[in-house]
Nanobody, 110 residues
Framework: VLLVESGGGLVQPGGSLRLSCAVS????????MNWVRQARGKGLEWVSG??????DYAESVKGRFTISKDNANNMLYLQMDSLKPEDTALYFC??????WGQGTQVTVSS
């Protein structure tokens, strides 16, 4: 199983980024997929998850972030709008059974 994130970068407060996660080695549509983040010096924070039943969000990102998936192409996305400096972190996509990508850095700063 391989998960590869992309799309991170430096953005000003109020800006937007779209993260992508390419997944291979599993039947993508069968599983609940997650975005998790870790700010420097802090623990892991679950951000959002999605399966065929629907999507879920942490309170800290609800209304600003949108998770989606493309089952045909095994892609997971996280659209992040109205970004805040406190959203600065390394963002990972992950399965619920222990597979993680290498992460993509998001920095929100003026």
């Amino acid at each position: 199983v391989l998960l590869v994130e992309s799309g991170g970068g430096l953005v000003q407060p109020g800006g937007s980024l779209r993260l992508s996660c390419a997944v291979s080695g599993l039947t993508f549509s069968n599983y609940y997929m997650n975005w998790v983040r870790q700010a420097r010096g802090k623990g892991l924070e679950w951000v959002s998850g999605i399966n065929t039943a629907g999507s879920d969000y942490a309170e800290s990102v609800k209304g600003r972030f949108t998770i989606s998936k493309d089952n045909a192409n095994n892609m997971l996305y996280l659209q992040m709008d109205s970004l805040k400096p406190e959203d600065t972190a390394l963002y990972f996509c992950a399965t619920t059974f222990g597979y993680w990508g290498q992460g993509t850095q998001v920095t929100v700063s003026s």
